[in-house]
């Protein structure tokens, strides 16, 4: 396969400065979490190399993947969430980023296997639902892309819980991806803080709804 160098490098670098997001907004311990992203126009995805700290990242060391997560350039091994990665792509063509983290508040909620309710605007905003949990899958084959393909496929929420894990976000960029796994933890926070206090109550589904309309189509700069 001849590499489209060009694009190569430049989703390298794009997939590579997203990853200090994951670290300014305390979304990843360790090596934890991973970011990939669709290099436009190919059967490639750009992924975090399995195992190497966030400080020791860089555009070099991102690694190349065709769409069954088979290695095609890199120095390291790719992300051992690979093939999550790549069943997502294969199956949402429309999908350009994937984020995967165990941020805590989110990932408490995955442990009860309890999805978070659409309780707060800013859920309605982002996720136009509540955040859905998804099943329990083992590492490695197809099964956690399977599960999150699966919840994610005509679902407005961008994120899905995977139960007893943790966070996958998928966006029609790898930035829109890291977004909706910070808004994810921010309202998995929220509403969990709201809940040590009191019940928490959904919003009526018309507010959801009208929320969703206003913030996806009216909101912010065009
Ligand atoms: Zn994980």
């Not at 029609?172 to 709201?194: F, G, I, N, Q, W």
């Amino acid at each position: 396969m001849t590499l489209p160098t060009e694009a190569v490098e430049r989703v390298r670098e794009d997939v590579c400065a997203l990853h200090s997001e994951l670290l300014r907004w305390n979304l990843v311990t360790w090596t934890s979490g991973n970011i990939s992203a669709r290099v436009p126009d190919s059967d490639l995805i750009v992924i975090k190399p399995s195992g190497v700290s966030y400080e020791d990242l860089s555009p070099e060391s991102m690694v190349v993947c065709d769409l069954d997560g088979a290695l095609v350039d890199g120095r390291h091994s790719p992300s051992s969430d690979t093939d999550a990665h790549a069943y997502v792509y294969r199956a949402m063509p429309e999908v350009g980023g994937v984020v995967h983290t165990h941020s805590p508040y989110a990932t408490a909620w995955a442990a009860r296997d309890e999805p978070i309710p659409c309780a707060i605007t800013a859920m309605a905003d982002e996720f136009g639902a509540d955040v859905p949990v998804g099943p329990f899958a083992l590492i490695g084959g197809d099964d956690i892309g399977r599960g999150i393909v699966a919840t994610l496929t005509g679902h407005r929420s961008p994120a899905v819980l995977m139960r007893s894990h943790g966070v996958f976000t998928i966006g029609d960029s790898p930035k829109a991806a890291v977004k909706a796994a910070v808004m994810c933890e921010d309202v998995a926070r929220t509403v969990h803080l709201a809940r040590e206090h009191g019940p928490v109550e959904r919003l009526p589904q018309e507010h959801i709804d009208a929320l969703y309309e206003r913030y996806q189509n009216v909101y912010g700069q065009r």
